[in-house]
């Protein structure tokens, strides 16, 4: 096998076939639309709450957390699928095979962002029909930009994990941070409103600025885009150096 | 093992308990996961006790029932996928060549499954009330939630029995997890139903049998001894446990026949 992008684009097209070919890859955007449904229709009336000042309302303020959820949980799945890879023996023969393995890493971040582009236009088209208003305009480009981010991160979060472990087990250890990370954050109501350890947490999370941006793009309102951008970077380019030195490990291991 | 049937039942009641109790990531996990979704959802809601018409003084003592009825539904998956992995690993056919009754197999399960509702609802009174829940029913209304939770936990376990059963397959039972997490939140425990404002969100939630169960263990927290809404309580968790053990028993003749 060639260089780094053929390597890249040979990974990205076979997994992206094998999405396509299963139905099985919307998963990643059943949980992130069945919490909407739950919240944005149990819980409307909080957007009455004295200091709840999101203008598009409640049902938007949770869809921008559900979007963000379906594509972090986009890249988890991808990290399951590494995983599986590695138990399967193909990623051996992918390692043996590859001239330039970095592009591995590469094909599964191309394939998770084909992968949450539609898991992401299926929470959107929900999110339309349940009726929440688009007031952003072009800043709606700031919020697919973050979510292209968030995807990026947590795949190669994801893919660290699982070519660190190389077992299906890495499961759990994939999920339970992005799910953590991702409560730990505004989710029901802004940051002022939040009480306790949990507003703490929340200040001290980096979610909490990409989450606050992306739902000011929605409103047309964007607020702490420039530190978004930058968590969002930076989060990719740590969690790159963190899937780079997966790999290495399972080079050395070769599996 | 010429036993009698209560021996039966208690040996494996004791291997449930034994089984669940070695695994220290399930016993984590049935006492960590519910408290923490608890916290999270008592500190990132406690805005909507602001609403006018909300029935507690804090969202905390509002939310204390989210985590036993949580707990319950982890309890019913854990002890569900054991029972699939006696079938799956041939100890239930081996247990068929025994004098021991295939039943005892099934009520020491949900033996199990009362030890561990007991445990969690134990344990999560004392953290709750260490967080500052204020149980309005006192002392004597702590047990009737303990009771309550171990009933509801009875049915969930009985309907996770009926999978297991049936399907003979872990992944099956594990796989209808999110399926009661659906049911959970299609309730009223995040907001009291008069103040759901989507209709058809209300709509699901009053036929939503969960809901009463939820209503019945908050009344005891938030008001104190409100006769209705606690017999509405037992009486829906009470049909539950009836619907489900008669499936489950229906569901243990097919299996045995």
Redesign the interface.
Known sequence: MGGFFWVAGAVAGRQIYKYFANPAFLAPA??PL??FV??A??????G?????DYAPGYIAFQYVWALLQAVAMGGAFTGFSIAGDFENGFARRLLLAAKNRSGIILGYTIASLVRVTVTGALVTVIALVVGIPISGGFDLFGLIGLAALVNVAATLFGAGVAMLLRTQQAGPVIRTPIFMVL??A????PLN???????TIARLNPFTTVLDAARGFLAGEPTSALPAYGIGFALVLVFALWALYGLRRAERVGS | MGSSLPVQVAALAQRSVLRTVRQPAVIISALLFPMMFFSINAYGLDAAARLPGFPADTYLDFAFAFPLIQASLFGAITAGADLARDIESGFFDRLKLTPMRPVSLLLGMLGGILALGLLQGVVFLAIGTLMGVDVRSGLLGMVVIVFLMMLVALGFGGIGAILALRTGSVEAVESAFPLFFVAIFMSSINLPRNLIEADWFRFIATINPISYLVEGIRSLVITGWDARTLAIGFACAAAIVVVALAGAAASLRTRVA
């Open positions: 059943l949980f069945f919490f739950a919240f229709g149990g819980l409307t009336r909080v009455d709450v004295p200091g709840f409560f730990l505004p989710v029901f109501v409103l939040l009480q306790g350890w949990l507003q």
